[in-house]
């Protein structure tokens, strides 16, 4: 079975500053996909990022970036010039690459973390 | 693109009745829909898969009984909520999946349920 760790519940950064966002996993699977989820106020997901297990390259989305280490099944978020707008819950997930449609294609998330950004 | 929605967005019932929550894939055709649950400041919970034509996946500890899952289209999937108790009252939220690449989901905005 999969699992997905966020330890950290809370963070708070200061508009403008970056800030990084943990998350590890652990899977005996070798193609895979991992995620990082937004939740606003509004209660909406909005993905953020994601990264093929494939690729070494990490995924960058404007100023959102992960540190992707597959050996260490460590796969973080960092986001740079942090605005009002982040202030969310967070959420990294992981699935596995479906063979068939439908097949193992649940999503398994990690507990979230809640940031604010203050201005 | 990719656009899902659930209606009601926000529904108030009274205990030991009924409730449908409906989850449409707006501009595409999902083969698969998730149902998830969530409480305040917490995480999702998948309840269930489902594909279209074929009965729902329910995760373990979720009563199918209870709340009755029907994928009768690749644009509709609804979630019934039978004889709700106040214990039934959450958010839900709903995902739709296509056949694609990178299984990824998109989510519906969620909906509010209050059991009184």
């Known amino acids: 079975a999969q699992t997905v760790t966020q330890s950290q519940p809370e963070m708070s950064v200061q508009e403008a500053e970056t800030v990084t966002l943990s998350c590890t996993y652990d899977t005996s699977e070798n193609n895979y996909y991992l995620f990082w989820y937004k939740q606003p106020p509004s209660r909406q997901m909005i993905l953020v990022i994601r990264q093929e297990a494939y690729k070494q390259q990490n995924a960058t989305e404007n100023r959102f970036s992960v540190n992707f280490q597959k050996a260490a099944k460590s796969f973080s978020l960092k986001i740079s010039d942090s605005q009002l707008g982040d202030t969310a819950m967070y959420f990294c997930?992981?699935?596995?690459?479906?063979?068939?449609?439908?097949?193992?294609?649940?999503?398994?998330f990690g507990k979230g973390i809640t940031l604010s950004v203050r201005p | 693109g990719a656009v899902v929605s659930q209606h009601p967005s926000w529904v108030i019932c009274k205990s030991g009745t009924s409730v449908k929550i409906e989850c449409r894939s707006l501009d595409f055709q999902a083969t698969t829909m998730f149902w998830y649950r969530q409480f305040p400041k917490q995480s999702l919970m998948l309840m269930a898969t489902?594909?279209?034509?074929?009965?729902?996946?329910?995760e373990q500890g979720v009563e199918k009984d209870k709340f009755l899952i029907n994928h009768a289209s690749l644009t509709l999937s609804t979630l019934t909520v039978t004889s709700a108790h106040p214990e039934d009252s959450s958010f839900y939220i709903c995902?739709?999946?296509?056949?694609?690449?990178?299984?990824?989901?998109?989510f519906g905005p969620g909906t509010r349920l209050t059991v009184l």
């Open positions: 995902s739709a999946r296509t056949g694609g690449s990178y299984n990824e989901q998109f």
């Open positions: 489902s594909n279209e034509g074929s009965k729902a996946t329910y």
């Open positions: 997930a992981f699935t596995i690459q479906a063979t068939t449609a439908g097949a193992n294609s649940k999503l398994t």
